[in-house]
């Protein structure tokens, strides 16, 4: 064990690590790395509602296939979505995709599925009893659904909204294997160039990411409390 | 929209089919042997969280938070590349004359995963009553024997479903372990589509593999549920 570390490196690459070669190039690092789970985290929040939606559908066919797909996509790494997406976006699309497209696709479509669990246990969660007095008093089980149901189900649904936008913040690390050049790939390019700082470099880039997904994690927190509070008055 | 001349003989017999095969043996290797040391560790990281001498409890949480809110990819190259800076140069040693990729691979899963099923032992004591930790100190016992003989045995059999939902997520998150090179089905995968520029097949074959272990093991939780959690509930 040779315990003498040597942060300099980082103090030397930080603007590289922040925003990667911007403004002279591409944007990259942190910024990358946000502006990445941000994307994904607006789309995938659609994606969520539609399919979380879906999925307590009252036509059985809809059901049924809503649940298997959100079950297939539970049930496979999100590595093997980006690779699909990697092959399949460029045939489907007929040109080539940037790669940062590419993994904010299968971020997108891994995130929904997740979504779409949280939105159906929100809605399950509010009794049958209201939606069947919004329909009563002549509301369209659609009206009865966004006007009803879905604005206490979504407050309810928020703090795991924000524990699952931590994991998307950390997901976005997988961008690395196709090439995009957020935190994780930057910090990689680094220690490939100085050879003998991994363990500097590599923790360094821990603490960033604990940072931002700690004080999310603690936002959920506290969200859960204040929700369960004005619950119980 | 898709061009594509499938051949899918080339992923059901002969050279690749063994390749694939070699990747998910790996892949059940290392989740398997990930997934022990990690309860193991989650157990010990679980009783120092409830432990009352505060550094310890400290301790545990810095720990839980740490590994919890930092990405697994990160871990891995930590790990894999700084290992040498961090760890003793006879384990370094004893570990490369072993298999170093898959023992990078191991350590960060297991650290990772440890910090999600400390968590899901802690719920799980806690739905055991306060009062048979009183009842076990107060007769005699001490804090760890009473963990040991009366709440850990009966927590642990109310945590099994969430742990084997970690054991999923092992199994899934272990595909990470391709990118410092350990030989498992998702690198398999991509070494089948680099030789032969069958993508679809080879990527539909890991596909079914991944899934086909997720159902299986989706629905043993589902037995157990309604089987043995039944029984240990109803009493």
Redesign the interface.
Known sequence: ???S?DFSVISKNITYFMIGSYPHGRLGGVALTLYLAVASCILSFLGGLFLGMLSVSKFRVIRYSATAVI??V???????VI??MY?LLP??MGRTMPESRTVIAALTIFTSAYMAEIVRAGIEGIPRGQTEAAISTGLHPWQAMFYIVLPQGLRNMVPSFVNQF?SLI?????A??VGVSEL?HV??QI?NRTMIY???I??F??VI??II??AF?SLSRWLEKRLTWQKAI | ??N?DFDWAIITSGRYFEWLMAGVYTTVQLSVVSIVLAFLLGLIIAVMRMSHVSPIRWFAYAYL??T????????I??WY??S??????FINEWLVTWNFEFAAAVIALTIYTSAFIAEDIRSGVRSIPREQMEAARSSGFTFLRSMQYIILPQAVRITIPPLINQFLNLT??S??A??IGVAEL?YQ??QVESYTFK??EA?TA??IV??GM??VI?ALVNIYNRKVLATVKGR
């Open positions: 064990m040779d315990l570390f079950n297939a539970r049930g496979i790494p999100l590595l093997m690779f699909w092959f045939a489907l931590v950390k997901d976005t690390s997988l690395f294997i994780t910090a990689t220690n991994p363990a500097e590599f923790f880039i821990a990411y604990f997904c700690y994690t | 929209m898709l594509y938070e740490f919890r809110n930092t990405p697994l990819l990160v871990q190259f930590f590349f700084g040498y800076q961090v760890l003793p140069r899934k998150n595909s990470l391709m990118t998702t995968a991509r993508g679809y990527f890991a596909t991944y899934l997720s159902l989706a």
